[in-house]
C-alpha cells in the first residue's frame, strides 16, 4: 500500500516539474515581451550623455550635457545642473510606458494625419545621445516629438524615434521637460566643500597705483587635526576656524539672477576686483567678483512690519563669474564675508599666539632681567609624562648646586592654560624695525618664555635656537621661545615676539608678566608639611612671646580628644586638625629671618606654637618630635604671617589656621565672642 502512494506521488511531482517547464517559461517570456512592448525606450535611455529639448513656449529650451559624473546645462547658459531635476527627467525616460499606441500609417485610413495630434508642429522636440558598449559617446541621435494633450487631458501624444508609432504616454514626462531654467540649474556657485578644501587664494585689484594685492593660504594634514597657513604676503599661521567658517560661507553663496541680456559694460572676467579661488583635491575654482549692481530705487518700508524686529545683515550685490565659464550672474554677500575677503590678512589670522599641547611640555623657563632664570620641569625619573610631579628649579650665586624643591601643580597647570590661550589684542607689525624693536623693549625684555616640548613641534610654530649645553636640564625634542617686552599703560597692553625666522611683533594683555614671576617662592609648592595617618599631634603649647605667657598648653590622647572642660577646646581641635595637613596661602619670603617688616616697620615675631608630634614605632618605643612655628599678629581681617626655622620658610597661612589662632589668642577680648 505505501509504495503505491510513493509511486502516485513521484509521479504527480514528475508531472508538476514537466508543467513548469514547458509552460512557466513562454509565460515568463510573454509578459517580458508585454512589458518591453509597453515601453516607449528601450536600451537607448540606459545611458543618456547629451540631452536636448526644443520648445515652442518662450525660454522653454535648454541643453544638457555630463561630464564625468555630473550633469551641466550648455544651453541657455553654461552651468551645473540640479543633479534632482536631471535624475527626475532620466527617469522619466528610462521608465516611460504607453498606455495605448497605434501606427501613423494607419492614420490616412482614417482620414487623420499627425496635425491632428499636434506632431507636425509639436511643442516639445527631445533629442539625446547615448553612451555605446565602450562608454563613448554614440553619434546616433534620438529624437522624440511630443504634441497635443489626450481630450481629458492626463495624457499626451508622443511620436516615436522612427516616426512610425504614436504613443499615448502620461503628462509626467513633459512636466519634467518644461521645468524653468532656476529649477534645472544648480543654485550654488562653489562646489568644493570645506572638508575637501586645500587652498585659498584672494587676489585684490586695486587701483592702477596701489596694484594688486593677494592673499594666499594653505592646509596641512588631514581636516582633523589641519593647520591653516599663510604663504603670502607673510608666512603666519592661520586661525583653522576662522578659515573654514569663511570656506563654508563661500561654499553656500547662491546664484541670484543669470544676466544674458543687457550685461554690464566690464565683465567681471576681464577686470574682476576680487579673485576668490578654492583648492581642492585635483581640482579648483576661481569666483570672480565685479563691480556692486546699482541699487534700485528704495522700497517704502512696508506698514505691517512689527517693530523692533530684527534687520536682515547688511549685504551688497555683485556681478560675478566663473572663471572658464561665459555665464554673467549676481551674488548677494554679506558684510562679514565682505570684511573678510578684502581683510583676509587680518581677519584670517590666529589670535593663539602659541600653539602647543600643555601635556607635551617638560620644562618652563622664565628669564626676568637682573635675575636668575627659574625652570619649572617635570620629574620625568618618577612617572610618565601625565601624571610626573612638577619641580621648581633656582640657581644661586652662592650655590653651584640648583635648588630643587617640589613645585605648585596648580600654579603650573593655571600658567599653561594662561599660555595656551595667550590672544593677540593687536597685530602690531610683520616687519618691524630696529628702532620699533627698542621702543618696544625687545633689547632687554621684561620675560622670555621658553617651553621645552617632548615631541614634534607644532605645524607652523616658529622653533627657538637651541639651548646651551646645561642651560636646562630638561631633555626635550624641541622648543618654543616668547619674548615678552615693555607694557604701556596707557593702552594697557604688552608687545611679546616669538623667537623664529618670523619677526612679527604682537600686543597682548600685559597680565602675562603679573603670570610669570621669577621668584623662586611663587612656584613652589603650597603644601609645607603632611603626617601620615599613623602619626598623632599629642600636645600642643602656644606662647606670647611679648611677656612670655602661655596661651595655652593642651596634651591629646591617644584618640585624638581633649579632656572634658578643657577651655577653648573647640579652636584648640581645629588647630591641631590644620596642623595636620599644613599649607601656605603664598610664601612671603625665600628664607626665614627672625624678624619681619610689617606694617612699615620690622617687628619680632609674636607667637610661638610647640607642636608635639609622636611617630609610631612600637608600643612601648613611640619617638616622640617638636615642631615650632612662629606666627606675627593678625595684620587684616584675613592675614597671618608664619615661619619656620626648621624648614627656611615664611609663608602666609590658610584661613582655617588664621581662625583657630584668633579664637584661642584675641577670644576672650573679642566683643562678638561676649555671651549674654
Do not use: C
Amino acid at each position: 500500500m505505501r509504495t503505491k502512494v510513493t509511486l502516485v506521488l513521484l509521479f504527480l511531482n514528475v508531472a508538476l516539474f514537466f508543467f513548469i517547464f514547458k509552460f512557466e517559461g513562454s509565460w515568463r517570456t510573454e509578459r517580458a515581451s508585454l512589458e518591453a512592448r509597453r515601453r516607449v525606450l528601450g536600451a537607448e535611455a540606459a545611458d543618456i550623455r547629451t540631452l536636448s529639448v526644443t520648445s515652442t513656449a518662450p525660454g522653454g529650451s535648454f541643453a544638457l550635457s555630463r561630464r564625468g559624473a555630473n550633469w551641466f546645462l550648455t544651453t541657455p547658459l553654461d552651468w551645473p545642473a540640479n543633479v534632482h531635476a536631471v535624475n527626475r527627467i532620466l527617469g522619466e525616460l528610462k521608465l516611460l510606458e504607453h498606455d495605448a499606441s497605434f501606427e501613423v500609417a494607419a492614420l490616412k485610413n482614417n482620414g487623420q494625419s499627425l496635425a491632428d495630434y499636434g506632431l507636425d508642429k509639436p511643442r516639445l522636440t527631445l533629442a539625446f545621445n547615448s553612451g555605446d558598449a565602450t562608454g563613448d559617446v554614440s553619434s546616433r541621435t534620438t529624437t522624440i516629438l511630443i504634441g497635443d494633450t489626450t481630450p481629458d487631458g492626463n495624457r499626451l501624444y508622443l511620436l516615436s524615434a522612427d516616426g512610425e508609432r504614436v504613443h499615448v504616454v502620461p503628462r509626467a514626462v513633459a512636466e519634467s521637460l518644461t521645468l524653468p531654467i532656476d529649477q534645472l540649474r544648480n543654485d550654488g556657485i562653489l562646489s568644493i566643500p570645506v572638508y575637501e578644501a586645500r587652498g585659498l587664494r584672494l587676489v585684490r585689484t586695486s587701483t592702477a597705483s596701489t596694484g594688486t594685492a593677494a592673499v594666499v593660504l594653505h592646509r596641512d594634514g588631514a581636516r582633523e587635526v589641519a593647520h591653516w597657513s599663510f604663504d603670502t604676503p607673510i608666512v603666519a599661521r592661520a586661525s583653522k576656524n576662522a578659515t573654514e567658517l569663511t570656506l563654508n560661507s563661500l561654499f553656500s553663496l547662491r546664484a541670484k539672477t543669470f544676466l544674458t541680456d543687457n550685461p554690464p559694460g566690464a565683465l567681471p572676467s576681464a577686470a574682476p576686483t576680487l579673485r576668490v579661488t578654492v583648492e581642492g583635491n585635483n581640482r579648483r575654482e576661481t569666483l570672480l567678483l565685479g563691480e556692486p549692481v546699482p541699487p534700485a530705487s528704495l522700497k517704502p518700508e512696508t506698514p505691517n512690519s512689527k517693530p523692533g524686529a530684527a534687520a536682515a545683515p547688511a549685504s551688497t550685490e555683485y556681478y560675478a563669474q566663473l572663471e572658464g565659464r561665459t555665464a554673467l550672474f549676481t551674488v548677494v554677500i554679506e558684510e562679514t564675508l565682505q570684511a573678510t575677503l578684502l581683510n583676509a590678512q587680518k581677519e584670517l589670522r590666529e589670535t593663539l599666539l602659541l600653539e602647543f599641547e600643555p601635556r607635551s611640555v617638560t620644562a618652563i623657563t622664565i628669564n626676568a632681567p637682573n635675575q636668575p632664570p627659574l625652570i619649572l620641569q617635570r620629574d620625568l625619573a618618577a612617572n610618565s609624562a601625565d601624571t610626573a610631579p612638577w619641580q621648581v628649579v633656582r640657581r644661586s650665586e652662592n650655590s653651584p648646586a640648583p635648588q630643587t624643591r617640589p613645585a605648585d601643580r596648580a600654579a603650573v597647570q593655571r600658567l599653561l592654560e594662561q599660555l595656551a590661550l595667550l590672544t593677540v589684542q593687536k597685530f602690531s607689525s610683520d616687519a618691524p624695525t630696529a628702532a620699533e624693536l627698542e621702543n618696544w623693549g625687545f633689547n632687554r625684555p621684561e620675560r622670555e618664555i621658553t617651553l621645552s616640548l617632548a615631541g614634534p613641534r607644532p605645524a607652523g610654530t616658529p622653533l627657538s635656537p637651541a639651548s646651551k649645553p646645561g642651560e636646562n636640564p630638561a631633555a626635550a625634542n624641541s622648543q618654543i621661545t616668547l619674548k615678552v617686552g615693555l607694557a604701556t599703560q596707557r593702552d594697557n597692553l604688552a608687545y611679546a615676539q616669538l623667537v623664529g625666522p618670523v619677526p612679527s611683533v604682537y600686543a597682548v594683555s600685559p597680565d602675562i608678566l603679573r603670570e610669570t614671576p621669577t621668584a623662586f617662592r611663587a612656584w613652589r609648592d603650597r603644601l609645607v608639611r603632611e603626617l601620615p595617618g599613623p602619626v598623632r599631634i599629642s600636645a600642643l603649647k602656644l606662647t606670647d612671646l611679648a611677656n612670655n605667657t602661655v596661651l595655652a598648653e593642651v596634651a591629646f590622647d591617644a584618640s585624638g580628644n581633649l579632656p572634658a572642660e578643657t577651655p577653648n577646646a573647640k579652636p584648640l581641635t581645629e588647630l591641631a586638625a590644620a596642623l595636620r595637613v599644613l599649607r601656605a596661602k603664598s610664601f612671603v619670603q625665600d628664607n626665614f629671618t627672625e624678624t619681619m617688616f610689617i606694617r612699615g616697620e620690622e617687628r619680632a615675631w609674636r607667637f610661638r606654637l610647640d607642636t608635639t608630634i609622636v611617630l609610631p614605632a612600637g608600643a612601648a618605643n613611640a619617638q616622640t618630635t617638636t615642631s615650632t612655628l612662629l606666627f606675627t599678629e593678625r595684620s587684616g581681617g584675613a592675614q597671618q604671617i608664619a615661619g619656620s626655622r626648621e624648614s627656611d620658610l615664611v609663608f602666609e597661612i590658610e584661613q582655617p589656621l588664621v581662625d583657630a589662632l584668633w579664637a584661642i589668642t584675641y577670644g576672650p577680648r573679642d566683643p562678638s565672642a561676649v555671651t549674654k
